[in-house]
Each structure stands twice: as C-alpha cells, then as structure tokens.
C-alpha cells in the first residue's frame, strides 16, 4: 500500500513571503506522480503543480515550484510571494503510472497574513 | 483544462431514501471516474473507480450495496447512496482523468455535500 503523509495541518506566511509545504510519500512503484492539489472554501480541488517521479529536474509553475527528492520520497511544495488567493488546504497526492487513483495526504491549511 | 461537473452541490434528504449524485466530463471522453469522500477537516478517501462499461472496483471496507455506481457512458457516472443514514453524511467528489497518458491530470467535480437527516 502506498502512503502520502502531511506533517503539517496548519501553515501561516506573511503575504509575499515565502513558505514550503512538507510532504512525504511511501510507494513500491518505480515510476509514479506527485501533485499538489488546493482546495479553496469553495471545496473545489485545483491543480498546483505535478511532478513525474523519471523526471530529475524540479517542476514549477510561476510562483510555485516543488523540491522533488526521490532517494528521499520527499515532496515539498514552495510558494513565493504568497497571496491571498493562496489561503487554502493543500493536498499532496501521488498516482503510479498507468493508474490514475490518487493516495492523498490529510492535508496542510495555509493561512496567509495580510 | 478538461471540465467535469457534478450535480447536485447540495442535497439534503431523509433517512432511509436514496440519493443519487451525477458527474459528467463535459468536454472530453472520460474512461475511468474516481469517486472520493471527504470528512469535515479531513482528506480525500477513494471510495471506488469507475470504469464505462463494467462494473466499479470498490476500495476496501466501502460497501458496494450502499454506493452504488454506474458509468453508462463515457462521460456520465452516477453514485448512488441507498437507504443513506446520517453517518452519510459527507462530501463526495468524483473526478475524472483525461485519456491522454502522457500527462496524466486527474479533474475534479465540485464536489456534493450531502445531509442525511
């Protein structure tokens, strides 16, 4: 069974500071994804950023990127100049290849500080 | 990016009737649909994955004649919550994954509260 574990439940930054989210995941599979997912008040899940476990190089997206260690099974996810729209709760999810059924992690509540 | 749209968002019904929840892909042919559940302040749990044309692979401890799914079509799924009862009570979201391989991304719906009362 594959795991995914948020040792964070809660994070508050300062708005344009930056913040890392944690993530650590447990898998057998060789080839694999990782995402971070957030989920606003409104409940409705969006994709931050995805990784794929054969790829070294760190995937980013504007103000997002992931420190990706595979050797580590370590995930984290940094956000740069926070704002607002980034208060939300944050998911770190993993899919193996060829099965799109994601393992969630419980989740990290990001509180951004105005 | 794909759409996949979930109806109702809200559903409040009476204990021991049925509920049935819809999740269509809206632009884009869907093979397999997840459904989760999530608890207050808590994370997303695989309920099952729903394959178009055969029946649903079910997750461990969900029972199967409770939730009830059907994926009729390639861009439908239904779960179906029989004779629910207030520990029902949840969030379900469905999602649905886009068939190219390459750049696996799973869509969500926005997500069902249900109330059993």
């Known amino acids: 069974a594959q795991t995914v574990t948020q040792s964070q439940p809660e994070m508050s930054v300062q708005e344009a500071e930056t913040v890392t989210l944690s993530c650590t995941y447990d898998t057998s599979e060789s080839d694999y994804y990782l995402f971070w997912y957030k989920q606003p008040p409104s409940r409705q899940m969006i994709l931050v950023i995805r990784q794929e476990a054969y790829k070294q190089q760190n995937a980013t997206e504007n103000r997002f990127s992931v420190n990706f260690q595979k050797a580590a099974k370590s995930f984290s996810l940094k956000i740069s100049d926070s704002q607002l729209g980034d208060a939300a709760m944050y998911f770190c999810a993993l899919a193996n290849f060829g099965n799109e059924k994601l393992t969630f992690g419980t989740g990290t509540r990001l509180t951004i500080i105005p | 990016g794909a759409v996949v749209s979930q109806h109702p968002s809200r559903v409040i019904c009476k204990s021991g009737t049925s509920v049935k929840i819809e999740c269509r892909s809206l632009?884009?042919?869907?093979?397999?649909m997840f459904w989760y559940r999530q608890f207050p302040k808590q994370s997303l749990m695989l309920m099952a994955t729903s394959n178009e044309g055969s029946k649903a692979t079910y997750e461990q401890g969900v029972e199967k004649d409770k939730f009830l799914i059907n994926h009729a079509s390639l861009t439908l799924s239904t779960l179906t919550v029989t004779s629910a009862h207030p520990e029902d009570s949840s969030f379900y979201i469905c999602?649905?994954?886009?068939?190219?391989?390459?750049?696996?991304?799973?869509?969500f719906g926005q997500g069902t509260r249900l109330t059993v009362v």
């Open positions: 999602s649905a994954t886009f068939p190219d391989r390459a750049k696996t991304e799973a869509f």
């Open positions: 632009d884009f042919q869907a093979t397999t």
